[in-house]
């Protein structure tokens, strides 16, 4: 009996990811890690609330990871905690602006990856760091 009481529930995860958004990445992971941590509920709250086009592209991501979550897995969206939310590096386009005497100055746009992932507890802080060393490596 007592290694029946022991035996611990899987921990499910349910990630979503959006590619080549039109974002810098540094104007976006300030909110990436203020949803961190957070219940899924109040990670919306957060992104709904703020009026930066960071929080309307990290919106969406977690609103896509919501319905993996209840589509895919039959999770209900008030058991999820948000484990990370990660900002990655995407392509920087290369733009010229005309400047004086022929010369052209040169304009980067960048772009972001954004994950996120759920998960169906409340991570810890190893967890957490865990998840994102394995989303940096494989992604």
Excluded at 25 to 50: H, Q
Excluded at 61 to 77: R, V
Excluded at 79 to 105: H, K, Q
């Amino acid at each position: 009996m007592e290694s029946e009481s022991k035996k611990q529930k899987p921990i499910r995860t349910f990630v979503a990811t959006s590619k080549f958004v039109r974002l810098a990445p540094m104007k976006a992971r300030d909110l990436a890690r203020a949803i961190t941590g957070l219940s899924v509920a109040e990670a919306l709250r957060v992104v709904e609330l703020n009026k930066r086009k960071a929080a309307e592209c990290i919106g969406q991501t977690l609103k896509s990871a919501i319905a993996n979550a209840e589509n895919n897995g039959q999770m209900s969206a008030d058991d999820l905690y948000v484990a990370s939310a990660v900002v990655d590096n995407g392509p920087t386009f290369p733009r010229y602006w005309p400047r004086a005497r022929g010369s052209a100055a040169s304009i980067r746009k960048k772009t972001s990856h954004i994950s996120v992932t759920l998960m169906d507890e409340k991570p810890s802080k190893k967890a957490t760091e865990k998840l994102i060393k394995g989303l940096v490596i494989k992604g």
